[in-house]
């Protein structure tokens, strides 16, 4: 950070992380902040003071996450943030009027500082993005972003950017009073200046802001109403998430309460608190852990000691579900894809979801329509194998049948440059047996995408027996640059994400079998945190899949993971096929959920009249899933157990506050975990038998986390 004198009195605080792409705040910055206001204070000739960056397209993309995650305690937690609002308590104390250019993330606490200042300008570029997403780690604003937004752009607006974590553009902040102005991103720092100038002159006073609507001011400094509307909140909350889960956005909604019933100095006090009491949870700590795992993971070679190849075009051969998804995931980069099918349905119904991935963006404003069709014109299609020679990357997403994938390979082969890597999206089909009758068998690397493709962030990277470094590298880099987090995994059945899925399905399904309703099973998993239950989500995979992928997998590790292969047969030979036919465990009305489909008690010849409390049956879903991810360890699918627990939760939706399964067991305690997989296999089956692994791990007093 360093101070630059400016012309007719205005200063200039100017930052510049070295060695980083953005800034961030740390306790360094803060005390170097702290200096320079002083020294700005002390200035005689100054008139404003300008916050801007040095580097282009940037403000302060917020807190080092890092520097959040090493404080030791709460208490440590709430006196980190009390520095941070000294910081800019001063900002908002001098005496000479403070502006800050907004010219891209200007997230937590670069906006925070923002709101300190008297005004505050974004460029109308793409890259700005303002907001506090703080609750997404499990925690408040902690430097006065709670007490300083609700002041700034009232009641509504301020919850809705609060609880949710939501990013504004420059117009949509401009929208809201967030800030002063909106200029080309050309111009931004003069009219910065400018704006701030004539602030001066005015003696300080800020530019009149997009009125609110007098009654929402109304709805504020009545007590009653405002209570009314929290309590609302407070209710809309509580239909998404629950207090005990993911505490944050209720203590932010204490805190934003507070920003209206106390003064400032004692707002300030409450939120510091919050933020201690917040991070000292588990919750905050596994959704912290996620989110540099993430970090961590894509910075991570995982081992492969080649450097990756550039991609500059790529093919889409198949252009079902995922082939249309992936090749729109391309485009959105602006990298020319070839997308390839036998049937033009195909082709024509891809193009059509491409578009609407991207004219949904368009409604929320996050899209131009200019933008939009340059994206669809990055799609070519075609119905033979023209336009492949000049590709550096092929993914196939072909039916999941060995001699077609083969096929396929062989055609594109003859097309292909030599160096052009071949990436199959099979979900069970080992990557070596695909390659098997290669040409080239070291260019073909797996690269398994999740449905759907463009919310999932997961992927899983797939090395043959024979994958060069260099392909797999190539792969797992352009994997990066769409934007997925690439875990690497072994070339084994099921991979690791469909086979620890396929243990617990299974599991789900023994349940029916004993009698426990279709209701009953999936309500044990979403009240475990799951986005959908497991008989929904077989559902939504499609049973016929599920099937398949359930007998490689039996084929692979017998009883232990398969076992729910007959029901699911029964299910699929009376034309079950799940949501995509109408019907599956559940009914569905013009593809909606509709109720459980009673005909399946039937099939399983089960009553659905067994109650077991909810407990009971989490637990065995859930320790199927621990135990089996064990054995994945143990086989080395993975190389370590963050691998394991970031593929869950982002290619599953395992609960994020738990942190994924293995550290869901830390939490239990291993010990106890290995207990009750032993009861659990005297009871019902040698499949819980607990792997060796967790027993070694008890002997040992290890967890997998440290
Ligand atoms: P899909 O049936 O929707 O699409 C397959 C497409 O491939 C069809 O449009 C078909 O016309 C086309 N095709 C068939 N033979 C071809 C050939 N020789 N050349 C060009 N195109 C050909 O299937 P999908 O669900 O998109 O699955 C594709 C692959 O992705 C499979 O390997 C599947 O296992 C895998 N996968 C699917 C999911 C999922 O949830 N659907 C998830 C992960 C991976």
């Known amino acids: 950070m360093r101070l630059e004198p400016g012309e007719e009195g205005i200063v200039q605080v100017v930052f510049d992380l070295p060695r980083r792409s953005v800034n961030l705040l740390g306790r360094d910055l803060l005390r170097q902040l702290d200096r320079i206001l002083e020294l700005v204070a002390a200035q005689e000739t100054a008139r404003g003071v300008l916050f801007r960056s040095a580097k282009p397209r940037m403000f302060i993309a917020g807190m080092d996450v890092d520097e959040i995650a090493a404080a030791r305690d709460g208490f440590e937690a709430s006196e980190g943030a009390r520095t941070g609002q000294r910081v800019f308590q ?21 906006l925070e500082l923002a709101l300190a200042c008297t005004i505050r300008v974004a460029s109308d570029g793409p890259s700005v993005e303002i907001g506090l997403p703080e609750v997404q780690l499990g925690i408040v604003p902690g430097f006065g972003g709670t007490q300083r937004l609700p002041r700034l752009v009232g009641l509504g607006p301020a919850l809705d950017l609060i609880l949710t974590g939501r990013r504004l553009d420059g117009r949509r902040a401009l929208r809201i009073g967030l800030v002063d102005r909106v200029v080309p991103e050309a111009y931004l720092e003069r009219e910065t200046i400018a704006l701030l100038r004539e602030v001066a002159a005015r003696g300080g006073r800020p530019p009149s802001r997009r009125g609110r609507p007098a009654w929402t001011r109304l709805l504020e400094r009545v007590g009653p109403l405002r209570r009314l509307v ?54 905050a700590a596994n959704l912290i852990w996620i989110f540099r795992s993430q970090g961590a993971l894509k910075k991570d070679p995982a081992g492969i000691e080649a450097p990756p ?21 391309v485009a959105d980069r602006d990298v020319p894809v070839r997308l390839k099918d036998i049937r033009q349905e195909a082709l024509l119904a891809a193009l059509r979801t491409a578009r609407g991935v991207w004219e949904e963006r368009v409604r929320r404003g996050r899209l131009l329509e200019r933008e939009l069709r340059q994206k ?7 119905l033979d194998d023209t336009g492949l020679s000049k590709v550096d990357l092929v993914l196939e997403a072909v039916v999941e049948k060995l001699e077609v994938k083969q096929q396929v390979l062989a055609a ?7 160096r052009a890597v071949f990436a199959t ?20 690397v797996g690269l398994h995408f999740f449905n759907p493709v463009h919310r999932m962030p997961l992927v899983e990277v797939i090395a043959g027996q024979r994958s060069s470094p260099e392909a797999v590298a190539t792969v797992r880099a352009f994997a990066i640059e769409l934007g997925k987090t690439p875990v690497l995994v072994r070339d084994s059945p099921g991979f690791l994400v469909n086979r620890i899925l396929t243990a617990y399905i299974n599991e789900a399904m023994r349940l029916l079998g004993e009698g426990v309703s279709v209701e009953a099973v999936d309500a044990a998993m979403t009240a475990f945190g799951m986005p959908v239950g497991p008989l929904a989500l077989l559902d939504q995979v499609g049973l016929d899949t599920a099937l398949h992928v359930g007998r490689v997998l039996e084929a692979a590790f017998g009883k232990r993971i398969g076992g729910g292969g007959p029901l699911l047969a029964a299910m699929v030979d009376s034309g079950r096929l799940g949501a995509k036919s109408g019907r599956g465990f559940f009914r569905y009305r013009d593809g909606r959920r509709a109720g459980p489909d009673r005909e399946v008690y039937r099939l399983v010849e089960a009553a659905a009249a067994r109650a077991l409390p909810a407990e009971t ?17 143990e086989d080395g699918v993975v190389r370590e157990p963050r691998d394991v627990d970031l593929a869950m939760v982002l ?12 550290r869901y067991a830390d939490a239990l305690g291993i010990a106890v975990v290995c207990d009750r997989l032993s009861r659990l296999a005297d009871a019902h089956g040698e499949r819980f038998r607990p792997a060796s692994l967790l027993r070694e791990m008890v002997r040992q007093e290890r967890t997998f986390h440290p």
């Open 90 to 110: 001063k900002i908002a104390e001098l005496p000479i009027p403070t502006a800050c250019a907004i010219g891209g993330p200007c997230l937590g606490g670069g």
């Open 230 to 283: 929290l309590a609302r909140a407070r209710k809309r909350t509580a239909a998404r998430v629950s207090p005990e889960a993911y505490p944050a956005p209720f203590r932010a909604l204490d805190a934003v309460e507070a920003a209206f019933a106390l003064p400032l100095a004692q707002g300030l006090d409450l939120e510091a608190r919050i933020v201690g009491e917040l991070l000292s949870t588990r919750t």
């Open 309 to 329: 190849r550039r991609v500059r075009r790529v093919a889409v051969v198949g252009a079902g579900i995922m082939g249309g998804g992936i090749a729109q995931l």
């Open 376 to 382: 669809m014109g990055f799609i070519s299609t075609t």
């Open 412 to 418: 594109v082969e003859e097309r292909i440059g030599e």
């Open 425 to 444: 999206n099979t979900s069970s089909i080992p990557i070596s047996e695909i390659a098997g009758r290669a040409l080239r068998p070291e260019r073909v």
């Open 617 to 633: 049956l989490q637990e065995r879903m859930v320790l199927a899933m621990v135990n089996e991810a064990a054995v994945c360890l």
């Open 651 to 662: 290619g599953t939706g395992f609960p994020p506050f738990r942190g994924g399964p293995l």
